[in-house]
T-cell receptor
């Protein structure tokens, strides 16, 4: 069995501030972990993925995530938020070929 | 094709009618998935096709829902006797396999009135 918990359904930051979106997972086997982003009126797109090669994973648009096995976490960060980062972000855990998604976190960026 | 294509993009149907939703995955992607996204909620897994294996139907919410994938490519999700609670965005995704991540289509927004 696998599950994902995203802490905070809404996160608001100022432009230029640190972005931190939290994700904790549960998996009975070593997981694959993903972050997806859904911009307004667009489909979901893959932001980054963890597949056991390295614990710190870099993705598109300056985002990165760190896999911490001891904390069963895969939090998403970006050092400096941009207005264009406003979107909904989904964390997902995958094994046996299919992914389980979190409920999503809506990121608002204030000017 | 270049991406995952879903049709129609929007569908309004009357309660009790049957609907068919189509997904055309990326050529060469062996895995195909259907998910459902209701307003303000996350993605709910429906069904998963991998190559020629029997599909994983464990997420289908009732026997009114069925899906097929012909020739390892195009997939159709059928909902019979639609109910208002079936209203949602139905998302299709394809993948090269485990750990590769999904490429999603733009979805079909289904409204049952």
């Amino acid at each position: 069995a696998q599950s994902v918990t995203q802490l905070g359904s809404h996160v608001s930051v100022s432009e230029g501030a640190l972005v931190l979106l939290r994700c904790n997972y549960s998996s009975s086997v070593p997981p694959y972990l993903f972050w997806y982003v859904q911009y307004p009126n667009q489909g979901l797109q893959l932001l980054l993925k963890y597949t056991s090669a390295a614990t710190l994973v870099k993705g598109i648009n300056g985002f990165e995530a760190e896999f911490k096995k001891s904390e069963t976490s895969f939090h998403l960060t970006k050092p400096s938020a941009h207005m264009s980062d406003a979107a909904e972000y989904f964390c997902a855990v995958s094994n046996a070929g299919k992914s389980t998604f979190g409920d999503g976190t809506t990121l608002t960026v204030k000017p | 094709g270049a991406g995952v294509s879903q049709s129609p993009s929007n569908k309004v149907t009357e309660k009790g009618k049957d609907v068919e939703l189509r997904c055309d995955p990326i050529s060469g992607h062996t895995a195909l998935y259907w998910y459902r996204q209701s307003l303000g909620q996350g993605l709910e897994f429906l069904i998963y096709f991998q190559g020629n294996s029997a599909p994983d139907k464990s997420g289908l919410p009732s026997d009114r829902f069925s899906a097929e994938r012909t020739g390892g490519s195009v997939s159709t999700l059928t909902i019979q006797r639609t109910q208002q609670e079936d209203s949602a965005v139905y998302l299709c995704a394809s993948s090269l396999g485990q750990g590769r991540g999904y490429t999603f289509g733009s979805g079909t927004r289904l409204t049952v009135v």
